[in-house]
Nanobody, 123 residues
Framework: QVQVVESGGGSVQAGGSLRLSCIVS????????MAWFLQTPGKERERVAG???????VYADSVKGRFTISKDNAKNTLYLQMNSLKPEDTAMYYC?????????????????WGQGTQVTVSS
């Protein structure tokens, strides 16, 4: 059984940094994409960044140059380093995984999800 558990959210002032972590256990597929999504009230989940089994990354335009996605295969852990945070980054952040090495844009294409971790950026 695949389990996805995020941590690392919190409150920070604009310009600050946070690092989100996501431990994925029980996942045995050789090809995969792991991604971070954000969601604000009343809106659909949006992909923030993704990384596949080859280490290929993709980012939303709004976070390019500020956020970095990475993974530690030995620890089964996905990270999202968030720098230069803005109030508009405030959201619930979710970790997700899907089979296959394509980091799909649409959240419906992901098979496994964590419970989410809240990030709040104050001005």
């Amino acid at each position: 059984q695949v389990q996805v558990v995020e941590s690392g959210g919190g409150s920070v002032q604009a310009g600050g940094s946070l690092r989100l972590s996501c431990i994925v256990s029980g996942y045995t597929y050789n090809t995969y994409c792991m991604a971070w999504f954000l969601q604000t009230p009343g809106k659909e989940r949006e992909r923030v960044a993704g990384i596949n089994n080859e280490g290929r990354t993709v980012y939303a335009d709004s976070v390019k140059g500020r956020f970095t996605i990475s993974k530690d295969n030995a620890k089964n852990t996905l990270y999202l380093q968030m720098n230069s945070l803005k109030p508009e980054d405030t959201a619930m952040y979710y970790c997700a995984a899907r089979r296959g090495d394509y980091c799909a844009f649409n959240s419906l294409n992901y098979d496994y999800w964590g419970q989410g971790t809240q990030v709040t950026v104050s001005s």
